[in-house]
């Protein structure tokens, strides 16, 4: 059974560029879901993804959107990024909406 | 204030020694209660998943919830140095639809020799 995966591990962007980070979920999972982490804080919820629809969305601006495809791996775009988007991007899958998530490494997002 | 709250810590405690960690949350609507454990510079891994009221316990681990008080504990038996890490509590309504957890800021623990 293959965990959850994530790429690239680092970043280095610069302020007002545009990021994607990718995601596979774990074999079997259906529902991805998405969480910033700043240094020192808890993970934050950005936004789920259940059989390529958007299901539910945390307090985020609409320049972090997202994509689920047919295989259940997903996308996070964030567009004109910020210093404070400085961060680790978590993602997480689950069997279905309301079940356990499973998270990945992450991926360390430095904007300067 | 914010929906859970957790002292950061660090925690220091010998090895062997009983680790208690708690958290505090406002929301009446959250069901499902989860321990996440995040080494430096990786994703948080599950440890515990309790619904409603009462204790489980896994091996070392024993969770418990409280609801009335809205109280949630993790306690560690017997530490080990492998043990040091950020423990994240999480927890969520679960209404069948989106499950989105709501995390405590996680508490540092460092087990010594």
């Known amino acids: 059974e293959t965990g959850v995966t994530q790429s690239p591990t680092h970043l280095i962007k610069t302020r007002g560029q545009q990021v994607t980070l990718r995601c596979s979920s774990q074999?079997?999972?259906?529902?991805v879901s998405w969480y910033q982490q700043a240094l020192g804080q808890g993970p934050q919820f950005i936004f789920q993804?259940?059989?390529?629809?958007?299901?539910g969305r945390g307090n985020f601006p609409p320049r972090f959107s997202g994509l689920q495809f047919p295989n259940y791996s997903s996308e996070l775009n964030v567009n004109a990024l910020e210093l404070d988007d400085s961060a680790l991007y978590l993602c997480?899958?689950?069997?279905?909406?309301?079940?356990?998530?499973?998270f990945g490494p992450g991926t360390r997002l430095t904007v300067l | 204030q914010k929906e859970v709250e957790q002292d950061p810590g660090p925690l220091s405690v010998p090895e062997g020694a009983i680790v208690s960690l708690n958290c505090t949350y406002s929301?009446?609507?959250?069901?499902?209660f989860m321990w996440y454990r995040q080494y430096s510079r990786k994703g948080p891994e599950l440890l515990m998943y309790?619904?409603?009221?009462g204790n489980k316990e896994d091996g070392r681990f024993t969770a418990q919830v409280d609801k009335s008080s809205k109280y949630i504990s993790l306690f560690i038996r017997d530490s080990q140095p492998s043990d040091s890490a950020t423990y994240l509590c999480?927890?969520?309504?679960?209404?069948?639809?989106?499950?989105?957890?709501?995390f405590g800021t996680g508490t540092r623990l460092q087990v010594t020799l």
């Open positions: 997480a899958s689950s069997f279905g909406q309301a079940d356990t998530q499973y």
């Open positions: 074999s079997g999972h259906n529902t």
């Open positions: 993804y259940y059989r390529e629809e958007e299901n």
């Open positions: 929301n009446s609507a959250f069901q499902y």
């Open positions: 309790t619904y409603s009221s």
């Open positions: 999480a927890m969520t309504p679960n209404t069948g639809t989106a499950s989105k957890l709501t």
